[in-house]
Nanobody, 125 residues
Framework: QVQLVESGGGLVQAGGSLRLSCATSGLTFSWYHMGWFRQAPGKEREFVAY????????GHADSVKGRFIIDRDNGKNMVYLQMNSLKPEDTAVYYC??????????????????WGQGTQVTVSS
């Protein structure tokens, strides 16, 4: 079966960095566009970044642009989120997700087929 497993979360001071990883199995990884989303307590899940199946197209939310970078390694079936200059408002559970089909609506969590269990990121001020 399809599995997505995030890792790399933790507690970091404001201004610090973390690199999240998402290991996937059970799917033809290069066929799937991948996304990172996050959800803070009491808030809706929000888009963070996406990357196309071949890695040729990426996008980041305005709130993280210039600080976070998504990339992927199709040889290892992995997707990553490098997070720099972290802010307390980045505190959330971070999820990776896989989306088949077209590149349309990559910012909409409802368009994604598979999800990981999430990894907690906490940024202290």
């Amino acid at each position: 079966q399809v599995q997505l497993v995030e890792s790399g979360g933790g507690l970091v001071q404001a201004g610090g960095s973390l690199r999240l990883s998402c290991a996937t199995s059970g799917l033809t990884f290069s066929w799937y566009h991948m996304g990172w989303f996050r959800q803070a307590p009491g808030k809706e899940r929000e888009f963070v970044a996406y990357i196309s199946g071949n890695g040729g197209s990426i996008g980041h939310a305005d709130s993280v642009k210039g600080r976070f970078i998504i990339d992927r390694d199709n040889g290892k079936n992995m997707v990553y989120l490098q997070m720099n200059s972290l802010k307390p408002e980045d505190t959330a559970v971070y999820y990776c997700a896989a989306k088949s089909g077209t590149m349309r609506r990559t910012v909409d969590p409802a368009e994604y087929d598979y999800w990981g269990q999430g990894t907690q990121v906490t940024v202290s001020s």
